[in-house]
């Protein structure tokens, strides 16, 4: 079954000299419970494809059904719930409220959701997320590394249908990426969820059941990976 469709999608940024265009037709599906990477160039276009993916931005145009609904016909608020439920995001810049705690940071998007946190669940993750010890602490007293997992149990906290994820170990060294890739398999599979990842990581591509290259602003099916 595919939870993600994405038909003719086309970004162009600007106008006149400055116009780039940053996507050109992509089409393509993926099926739930798939592992899919995104590689390319930096400037390909990559970042410009997850962003429309995840409704955060819109094409110029083209489509994006994600669980059979159309992204880009929702009112602004509706797609916000939407978003909430159903992606969970992981960018390179963290996004971590400030005023916070760690704890409070990774169930923010259950409690603006109006759900009541799985508390088994919140433990185990910041437990695996080695910040067990760090969950009443602030943001700024963390290091790099430790926000970057605290923004990567956010996105997981609400065991959302569709993982977007950006370069998400772009800051942690290779034991911590090692294991933030690890745990990000283990949801993926326990919860049946769909992952996509950019990575300039070629070892994560060997990992995934495919991959899509993205040159130039042109989405290709690159297949499969051997195990
Ligand atoms: P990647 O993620 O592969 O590095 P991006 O999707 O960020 O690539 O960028 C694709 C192209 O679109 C680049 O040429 C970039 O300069 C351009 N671009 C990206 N974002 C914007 C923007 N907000 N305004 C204008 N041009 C942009
Ligand atoms: P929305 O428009 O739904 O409020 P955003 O576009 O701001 O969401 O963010 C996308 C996703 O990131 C959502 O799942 C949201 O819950 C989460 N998010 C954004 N900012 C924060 C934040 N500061 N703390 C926790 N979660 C956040």
């Known amino acids: 079954m595919d939870i993600l469709t994405v038909k003719d999608l086309c970004k162009t940024y600007g106008t006149g000299d400055l116009k780039v265009d940053a996507l050109k037709n992509a089409s393509f599906s993926v099926s739930k419970g798939e592992f899919v990477v995104i590689v390319g160039p930096s400037g390909s276009g990559k970042s410009t494809l997850l962003n429309l993916l995840g409704?955060?931005?819109?094409?110029?145009?083209?489509?994006?059904f994600l669980d059979g609904k159309d992204l880009f016909t929702?009112?602004?608020k509706e797609l916000s719930v939407f978003r909430r439920r159903n992606i969970g995001f992981i960018f390179q810049a963290y996004n971590l409220v400030p005023e916070l705690n760690v704890e409070e940071n990774v169930i923010l998007?259950?409690?603006?959701?109006?759900?009541k946190p799985d508390q088994n669940y919140i433990d185990e993750l910041l437990g695996i997320l080695g910040l067990t010890d760090r969950k009443?602490?602030?943001?700024?007293?963390?290091s790099g590394g430790q926000q970057q997992r605290v923004a990567i149990g956010r996105a997981l906290a609400t065991k959302p249908a569709l993982i977007l994820?950006?370069?998400?170990?772009?800051?942690?060294?290779?034991?911590?990426?090692?294991?933030?890739i690890s745990l990000m398999k283990l949801s993926v599979e326990r919860y049946k969820q769909?992952?996509?990842m950019i990575t300039h990581n070629q070892s994560y591509a060997s990992l995934a059941d495919r991959v899509l290259g993205v040159e130039?602003?042109?989405?290709?099916?690159?297949g499969g990976t051997e195990q």
């Open 136 to 142: 009443h602490h602030l943001p700024n007293q963390l």
């Open 194 to 196: 769909t992952l996509l």
């Open 74 to 76: 929702m009112k602004e």
């Open 55 to 64: 409704g955060l931005d819109t094409p110029t145009s083209g489509r994006v």
């Open 165 to 180: 994820a950006d370069e998400p170990t772009g800051n942690l060294d290779s034991k911590n990426s090692q294991e933030v």
């Open 216 to 222: 130039d602003g042109k989405v290709t099916d690159l």
């Open 109 to 115: 998007p259950l409690l603006l959701d109006y759900r």
